[in-house]
């Protein structure tokens, strides 16, 4: 069965699911769906006919049948608002969530695949070879990186990339297989908290190696309430996909850049310390 991303109709969503438990299972039905869902079977029957919606009570009870987790989850329910939707403007605008959701998943790392985040030069790497396809020699990409990187790491960290698939061999050098890597929203991985120790530190370090004039660093205290948190960490991951589109848009790179956005306490809320 295909991944729920490549459906834009939740309806679809849900025959394709009963299809397959039916392969599964012979003694499936769409009662037995119904009875899962807490539904009479005719109001089941309706919400796949497309005569009814499932309505906002329903959906963490679909969403928890269909085995939907995190970002799966959302989606899920960006679909159900789509097809419940009444106005043309409310109906553009889900689509484009739809649409940013589909391309972000297209480019997720299967979590198998975290050893990526090892250490920090083999992104640098794979952004490296985006730019410069045509180059093959390690010593030659390691002496581009800042800080530079020797041959035998460079050459270990290519072998990583091609082994899963991220980038392929070509005639005169390498070429990447996707435009650009995400973990995605949710990841539990010592792998990521490694390699993000090692990008602030490598901002840290850019303070003293790097001239004032070729980067951009700057900080920000700020007191807010828990609604505001989650407010303001919804921005920074529209900024990160926004910078993506800047990036996609560029037709003529140059450098590969780091880009760190950081929002953490550094206070304590007395009422919890209670």
């Known amino acids: 069965m295909n991944t729920i991303y490549a459906y834009t109709d939740y309806r679809e969503y849900i025959r394709d699911f009963c299809t397959e438990k039916k392969k599964k299972n012979g003694a499936f039905s769409m009662r037995c769906a119904a009875e899962k869902c807490g539904v009479p079977s005719g109001t089941f029957t309706r919400i796949i006919n497309g005569t009814r919606g499932i309505g906002p009570s329903l959906l963490p009870v679909f969403t928890e049948w269909l085995g939907l987790k995190h970002l799966e989850s959302d989606y899920f329910k960006l679909l159900v608002k789509f097809q419940n939707c009444s106005s043309d403007a409310d109906r553009e605008k889900y689509y484009s969530e739809i649409l940013e959701y589909r391309s972000q998943m297209r480019n997720r790392i299967p979590e198998e695949k ?27 990409l390691g002496s581009l990186l800042v800080p530079s990187v020797n041959e035998t790491r460079v050459a270990n960290a290519l072998e990583i990339l091609e082994k899963n698939g991220f980038i392929k061999r070509t005639a005169n050098g390498y070429s990447v297989v996707s435009e650009f890597l995400t973990t995605g929203d949710y990841w539990e991985s ?22 004032k004039d070729e980067r951009d660093i700057s900080t920000l205290s700020i007191s807010v309430s828990e609604e505001s948190f989650t407010e303001i960490a919804e921005i920074l991951r529209q900024t990160r996909n926004k910078i993506k589109t800047v990036e996609q848009n560029d037709k003529n790179p140059k450098k590969v850049y780091q880009v760190n956005l950081q929002l953490f306490p550094i206070s304590r809320d007395p009422d919890q310390e209670a």
């Open 190 to 211: 010592a792998a990521i908290h490694a390699f993000q120790r090692m990008m602030c530190s490598l901002g840290t370090e850019a303070l003293v190696r790097i001239p």
């Open 114 to 140: 975290f050893n990526l985040f090892e250490n920090w030069y083999t992104i640098a790497i794979f952004e490296l070879i985006k730019i410069y396809p045509e180059i093959a020699d390690p010593g030659k």
